[in-house]
């Protein structure tokens, strides 16, 4: 599928090129959006992304695992139990993530018009990688007890992680190799798939249940939950996760930048911007908030082909997709030891995206702070799977826990002399402000 050469930003690929490559990204990030299907308002998302930030900043949006954690301990889903994987008290969660998207709106026209650096002088690397692998620990625990729902269920989750490893590592064929996880997980929740509805017609376990596949008409528009609910809990647990956003979204930036040899940093103000109102979009339908994907940055690392295009295409695939009712009730009816065996190993991902970042910016462990810094969040984050921090009606999960005490103990363990540089860096911002 690839050809000769680096495709750039402000570069137009030939058509069908477009469209193999748009393919290709919409295999990528299908192996996230399917555990939260919302493959229709992805697609919106994407498209309103492109236009804001005016074609220069090849990122695909998909459903953003961060807030999982939260929406649940919120609703009170609970996977384990639910046939259908539908969470039917989501409207509490809406009026927070809308929220949560309004303080995002405001956090984007900020970069916008006084810059990225204060984003970044908050939220050095060390803090980031904390944030994000805290993300994959807590979440993996809600995987593992849905992977675990039965006896049987573990089997199968057991087998699907394993098919899922074995394989992206020994993949027989060349494109596989190029696309790497994100298709190696997709096969092995088809595989994991395949593998339980045999099983249940042979009698060796319950069988896969197709009613809904059969009886739900083929295409309809999506549907948009509702009455919106705002809960002073609700709130209070979501809206701070706001913080994993910017921070989620300004390592994503840097990677597709450093990739292309091009700074694209001046556009991060726009791409907040286009993240925050198409959370703010999929929140008042009751889909799931919208983050970039690192899945779709591997494949452009991969294949080199950086234009815009292939992910605008990307996202005609995930609209069209969104609209074949039959398919999504086929993923609802994916069993609870496949469903979880396939997002612990995307939780696994998540885990070891934020220790890529510690690596990559070359973190010094034995520095004392950095200790602290990056190892008390994940503890919190591995420890707090079922209770949370609540003051009055304020409440926070484990994943909010570790990202505010990751960015705190940086300010407290900086020092001195680490205030004294924040507080020179504010003194030069006034003026550059002051002066234009």
Partial sequence: MNYSGTVYIDERPQWHHCIAYGIQHALAMFSGTIVLPSLFFSGISTILFFIITGGR??????????????????TGYDPSTTTDHMNHNIPVAQGALI???LIYVFVSVVVMLFGYKWVEFLMPPIVTGAIVTSIGIHLGYSAFTQATTTPFDTYMGLATVIITMLISVYAPWPSLRRMQVPSSILLGLLTGYVIHIICGVCGAGYPVDFSEVKSIEWVRGPVVSGPIVFDKKAISAIAPLVVVILAENMGHIKAISSMTDKPLEGYLGRAYLGDALATLMTACVGAAPMTTYAENIGVLSVTRVFSPLVILVAAIVAIILGL?????????????????????????????????????????FTDPRNIYVGGVPLMLAAVMTTTTLQINDFQLDGIGCATFSSIILYQIL??????????????????????S
């Fill in 57 to 74: 900043v090849p990122s695909y949006l998909g459903s953003s695992g961060s807030f999982i954690s939260a929406v649940v301990a919120t």
């Fill in 414 to 435: 900086r020092g001195y002399d680490g205030l004294k540089e924040y507080y020179q860096w504010t003194k030069e911002q006034v003026k550059k402000t002051r002066r």
């Fill in 99 to 101: 929220v949560m998207s």
């Fill in 324 to 364: 074949i009712t039959k398919f999504g009730a086929v993923i609802r009816s994916i069993p609870n030891g496949v469903f979880g065996g396939t997002t612990f190993v995307l939780y696994s991902l998540i885990a070891i995206t934020g220790i890529r970042i510690w690596v990559v910016n070359q973190i010094n």
